[in-house]
């Protein structure tokens, strides 16, 4: 992979702070194998996010493995991407310190991710949950990324990244790209089987509500047939159906159909054959990629020279950026 491609960059990043969902799938890890076609990308599995609530170090260990197995397994390419391991990548902690002093008390305090977590864990507030966006800043900063993937949910912090940008580059002229938020067109926000107002997470309390892409088909199948729906008995998207909405969604992204069609499909059919129906269309969309990721996750050598390259691949794209922000704030060349 050349480092000189006149490709536009992109930078995202997945926390492995638990499983992957199919959420994460269709929201996002499959977008990610269509970008790497068109631009130059880089994916970054972000432990050092993930330890701002407390993580058990066994489990972060295999999690962190886990995740790149699983980005592999959904196709991305580490002759095509930059696959690595943020922790690898010291440029990040380093980057994060110097832009700590170009970002606001106040502007974190507004963090709506921040206030959320901080509740969560109200037993935890600790100085990394509150700096999570900063670190985030530096992530996307570092590689002079243009767009950022993301879901909805983290565009304040891409709004923080471009203000700490603008802010740092009116100070000390032009430093960074000035990074753009990507969302997706078909990159559907999947919602839970339980509570379809509510997006589909890791950390709902009720398993029943997500789908993780290591489910055994019958749990998957489980889960769908408990799916909530309405009393309607129609399958078609609108108002007060969001479960059908949300299944007819899934069930489209995972056959390659249109909503429209689905809708046509199931035209006079009810619930007891739509929801098996579903549950078997995303089992078999998610059969190979468990197949692959049990496969990768038996051959730790291989996934160590993934994330070995990976992060040497990164390392120097990082330090060309820190070099040039730590002659600008004034430090002496070492
Ligand atoms: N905060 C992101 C999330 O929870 C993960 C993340 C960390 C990220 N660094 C990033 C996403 C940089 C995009 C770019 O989803």
Redesign the pocket.
Known sequence: MSETTDKKRI?????PSGKLTLGNYLGAIRNFAMLQEEYECLY?V?DL?AITVRQNPADLRRQTLEVLAQYLACGLDPEKSTLFIQSHVPAHAELAWILNCYSMFGELSRMT?FKDKSSKHSDNVNAGLFD?PV??AA??LLYQTDL????V??LQ?IELTRNIAQRFNGIYSETFTMPEPYIPKTGAKIMSLQDPTRKMSKSDENANGFILLMDKPEDIMRKFKRAVTDSDGRIVRGEGKEGISNLIAIYALATGKTPEEVEAEFAGKGYAEFKPAVGEAVVEMLRPIREKTEDLLRNKDYLQQVYTEGAQRASYMARKTLDKVYRKVGFIKR
């Open positions: 930078f995202s990043g997945v926390q970054c972000v996010h991710q999570y670190l985030m992530d996307i950022v993937p993301v879901g949910d983290q912090h």
